[in-house]
């Protein structure tokens, strides 16, 4: 247990599905973080939440929209994804901005 | 654009041997240097550094900044096979507070 909570472990989707993936985090952290782990490519950040006031990386496609309701909750939601989208989708909080990163175990996206 | 470069990208050595794992940093407004071990899914924090010279050390592993030459080298002396894992750098600014930027990582296989 990591205290970084990832559902659900794996998810395959065709391409014209919409999907969810949520984590949640007990830490009491004030920042919130979705990755992108591709294979033979470095982590690459994707969003990120502080005291759920959203930070976007300019390079996301539309088909990935976030959501953090509250500092505890972040939710990825999926749709007309591509192939190539396929990924480890890792969840991340820290305390504050720059402070170290507590990993959920991931989503694994295949979509097909 | 901030880049981090990590080598080698992958290493096999037999337990009991000393590993040194290099990561060298390009970063605009410099804060933080951080490791992370990934084993199966979730990478654990291992160590931040944010002053050149100061050693951190962790039991079997230590690290170690150079903010002059732009280099962090993180050490692991007599290695286990729980030590095979996939070690990440990370370096944060100021700048872009919030937006860790990763290497691609080295792999660590340790042979019984």
């Known amino acids: 247990e990591t205290g970084v909570t990832q559902t659900p472990r794996h998810l395959v989707m065709g391409m014209t599905n919409k999907k969810s993936l949520k984590c949640e985090q007990h830490?009491?952290?004030?920042?919130m973080y979705w990755y992108k782990q591709s294979a033979k490519k470095p982590l690459e950040l994707m969003f990120v939440y502080s005291l759920e006031e959203r930070v976007e990386n300019n390079s996301v496609p539309s088909r990935f929209s976030p959501e953090c309701p509250n500092s505890s909750h972040l939710f990825l939601h999926l749709h007309t994804l591509q192939p190539e989208d396929s990924a480890l989708y890792l969840c991340?909080?820290?305390?504050?901005?720059?402070?170290?990163?507590?990993f959920g175990n991931g989503t694994r996206l295949t979509v097909t | 654009e901030d880049k981090v470069v990590q080598s080698p990208l992958s290493l096999v050595v037999h337990e009991g041997d000393t590993v040194t794992l290099n990561c060298s940093y390009e970063v605009t407004n410099f804060r933080s240097l951080l490791w992370y071990k990934q084993e199966k899914k979730a990478p654990t924090f291992l160590f931040m550094l944010t002053s050149s010279g100061i050693e951190k050390k962790s039991g079997r592993l230590s690290s170690i900044l150079d903010k002059k030459e732009l280099f962090s080298i993180l050490n692991i002396t007599a290695t286990q096979t729980g030590d095979s894992a996939v070690y990440l750098c990370a370096v944060d600014s100021n700048t872009n507070a919030g937006k860790s930027t990763f290497g691609d990582g080295t792999t660590l296989t340790v042979k019984p």
């Open positions: 991340a909080s820290s305390l504050v901005y720059n402070s170290p990163l507590h």
């Open positions: 830490l009491g952290h004030n920042a």
